[in-house]
Each structure stands twice: as structure tokens, then as C-alpha cells.
């Protein structure tokens, strides 16, 4: 292997903690573009990693699969699938479980990438619902209703059933979501979280859905501690009656999909090795 | 109420145990039309209703709610959230709980009333997915892309990835799916039923899904014992890992809904007041 490193120019990988970048990076010279087979870029060592290297994501390869957890878990909460019983009085009468309507509700997402995009698809042509979409300039997308820039984001919070939060994690959207957002929602609204654990608050969001049960939170993604994912966390969110988690499997998780994947990023090198524009080249000073 | 009773031509009522029609119906000679509030009839005592009196039902009036219900049921049993696990390899390689993808996969809807119709429609503008439905004689329906006679059930319940129950309960429906029809299925299909409980065979349910516990059910409907609805049922049902049920909630639960079901109840029965053609009239030899 020892003997390559010098000559390698592209490296593919999901670079995570089994691979540990920083070791390598000092033997590839020549190395002049990294792809990732992950969507988020978010734990990469950027500070670690020349200047003069460019770095691809693999953003959109799992918009599908993510979108339709997201839906998932929001259908679940919406019909108390995460606490359900049998007897249809406390089914009913119960704040937790209680059925709430989606069809023609208002949904809020955060971040209108791949995933925001399909989330939105999925509820405008399949739900009906009025879709207000977040992203850094406000810049309009398909499928939604209005988008608006993340600084109104407490404006716009407020008007929202159900909000999903489809967001990269980067020094723009880390700890975006707090207690001063998460108690504005109406009373009853649906949140979940596909995108990364660390753009919410940790402890803020565990003490707002102890004082309102009538918020129901789902969760795929987790916070990272110690450059872990920790599942469960600490906090003892999961014990709360208004919480539905899985643990970080929405994409990737069937070996189609990751095949997918894969040959989506081998597709956009290959964009770059015949002199193509290639896709979702990472702008390192939104992580740096 | 007794010097009222003579005079009642339309009758507007549940219907259920607690307005037993038969005590009733003696006194009124002039009756003409009952209208029920529920979508389903199958538990009004039709050989004590005289045979001139015209029997209309509310089907349509819970198509929305009971859809979302029924993707609510598919979405969470594909996810793995009947049984959810924050230990992702367990989540992985368990058959309980490995997510499944529904987008493009094919649907196959029994029934294609109201409830069949939104349930392929959510399906093929939210998901993608490829609609065969199963009615009495094979018409064309919108959303569907074959639909084939109930006769044809055992060759098409082979090629659906997940299967939707919206039949009515009567005695062309009683009974249809047994061991015969469910043993069929494709590995890892999802089977959900919103329709009625006796429209499956309830034991022979229980044995095919102890012995293939590759398939996922989900109910929101139960079997009736004299009289009424047995939740949870003698059957161990509820305690297979590959089972997800609800007390029958998905229609008529939230307020909203109700009153808008009994608006379209009133709404028809004006529409026989002034003469005009009601919709849902019920032929009675279905259920005889």
C-alpha cells in the first residue's frame, strides 16, 4: 500500500473513525480531491486536510431512504404509534397518543437539500401539506410553499404541525435549535430530526419536551461526544413518553441502497477525472 | 318520543349497541330511510329492517383520516418502529425490524371504495408505488394501475411488496383472506388491514404469522364475538414481535372529523329530502 499512497490523486471513502484521514494525508502528494460516501461532510478532520485538496460530499445519495423515515416517524407520532395501547379511551383522551391529522397540515423544513426536497415532495403530493422551507438565503425550491432565510426562523416556527429538520451540520446550523426555538412551536406539533443530533440543543431539547408533553419528538440522528455518536444519550431523553428514536439507520441501512450510494460517488468522480463540473464540492469554511 | 315515532320518516344514527334499531323500527310506520353515521354497515340487523325502507351508509366520510392511518401503519412496520431498538446492528439484522423501502414498491389495495382509493393515491403521488386493486368486478379506478377481480386475489397477493385491507364486511368479503391467501405473500411483505377484522381469518392469521415472522401486520381493526369488537382478541396476536395494533381509532377519533362525517350524513339525507339521487345506498343483499 506503501508504495501507491505517493501516486494516489482521488480518495474514496466513507472516512469516518475507521479510517483515519489525518495519518494518511501526509503520504498522498499528489492527492487532489476527496469523495466521501457519506452525505454529511461533518466529521472530517477539515483543519487537518491541505487547503489545495478538494472535498466532495455525497449529498442527495440517500435522499429517498431518509425521507421516507422521516415520514415514518412522522406518521408514527402523529397516530401515537410510539406508545401505543389497546384500550381506546386512554388512546384517545391521552395527550401522548391522541390522533392528530396530517393531511392539508402545514410542514416546516429545515434545510432544503436532497433530503428537505423529497421530505417536502413526499408531503405536498402525498399529504397536501403548506410547505415552508428554511435555507441560508431564503432562495426558493420545489415543492415548497415559501422559504425563508434561517435568521426568521423563530417567526416561522411558530406556524408549523409538523417540522423536520433535514439540516447539515456546520457552523452555521450547530446548536440552531434551542429552548428559545423549541418553545415557540404550537402546541401539538410534530419534530423530527433526520439530519445531524448536534443542530438541536442536547440538554435544551430534553428540558422543553419535559415541560411539553404535548410535543412529540423523533429522532434518526444523535449528538457526538468524544467524535461518537452516543446512543442513548446521556440525558435521558429516551425515558420520555413523547420521544420515538432509532438509531441512526435511515440511510444506508439496506445493502441496495448503500450500492446505490457507492456508485453515486464513484459517478462524480468520474465527473471530475473527464474535466466535468463534479457535484456537491464542500465550501470548507461553512465547517471550519 | 312515542308521539314523535309515527312521524319519523328518516332515521339518522350510529346505529351501534346502544340505538338497537330493532326495538324501534315497529314504530315507525312511516320510516323510509336510515342513514348511518359510520362508513361500514355491517352491523345493523338488516333482517329486522322491513324491506321498503332504503339504507344508506357514510362511505367516503373517513377516507382521509383512515388512509394516513393506514400509511401510518405500513410506514412504521417498514421502519422497524413496532418493535424499536436504539442498538443499531441488532436493528439491522433482526427480521422483526430491518428497515424496508416503500418508495417503488408495488401496493396492492383490497378494496377501492373511499379509504382503497386515498390509500393508493398517497401511495402513488407520495411513494411512487406501483397500485394493483381488488374489487368485486375488476373496474378501473383512479390511482390504481390494474385492478383485478376478487376471484384473482390468490395470483396478484404474490407480487405486492405491501398490502392495504379496505374492504367493507359482507358476505362477499367475510372470511376472504385465510392461511390459503396469506401464506402466499412475498417475503418481508407488510400486510395492513383498515377495513374490517372478520375479513381475515382470525386464527389462521395468528398460525401464518407465528410461522413467517418475515411478515409485518398491522391492524386497526378486531374481530367481532357477540356483538362487538374483541380488543384485544382471545388469540395471542398482540404478542407476536411482528405485530402492530390500534383500538380501532384511525376514523372519527378527532372531533373535526366527526363533525364533518355527520355533516356528510346530513348532507345526504338532504339530498333525498329534495328529491336528488343520495349517495351510498346500500344493497341489502350483500349483507343477507
Known sequence: MINVLPKVEVLMCWCGKDFDITRW????????????????????????????????SNAGAYSEPVA???WAL????AKGLHKPTLVAKEYLSNEITSPRSVI???????????????????????????????????????????????????SVIQRADIIAIAL???????GLIGAGELRLVKRGAIVVN??????????ELYEVLKERPDIRFGTDVWWV??????????VPLTALPNFLGTPHIAGGAQRDIAERAIMRAVENVARYLRGEGPLNEVDRNDYL
Open 74 to 77: 412522522i406518521l408514527a407520532l
Open 104 to 154: 392539508g397540515s402545514t410542514l416546516l423544513v429545515l434545510g432544503t437539500g436532497g433530503i428537505g426536497r423529497e421530505i417536502a415532495r413526499i408531503g405536498k403530493e402525498g399529504f397536501r401539506t403548506y410547505n415552508i422551507g428554511i435555507n441560508r438565503g431564503g432562495r426558493p425550491v420545489d415543492y415548497f410553499d415559501e422559504v425563508h432565510r434561517t435568521d426568521e426562523l423563530k
Open 25 to 56: 494525508v501526509g503520504s498522498m502528494p499528489n492527492l487532489r480531491v476527496i469523495q466521501t460516501f457519506s452525505a454529511g461532510v461533518d466529521h472530517l478532520p477539515f483543519q487537518a486536510i491541505p487547503g489545495n485538496i478538494k472535498i466532495y
Open 194 to 203: 433526520v439530519g445531524r443530533g448536534d443542530v438541536i440543543r442536547e440538554k
Open 225 to 234: 461526544h468524544d467524535g461518537r455518536e452516543e446512543i442513548p444519550p446521556s
Open 168 to 174: 447539515p451540520l456546520n457552523r452555521y446550523t450547530r
Open 68 to 70: 421516507e423515515h422521516a
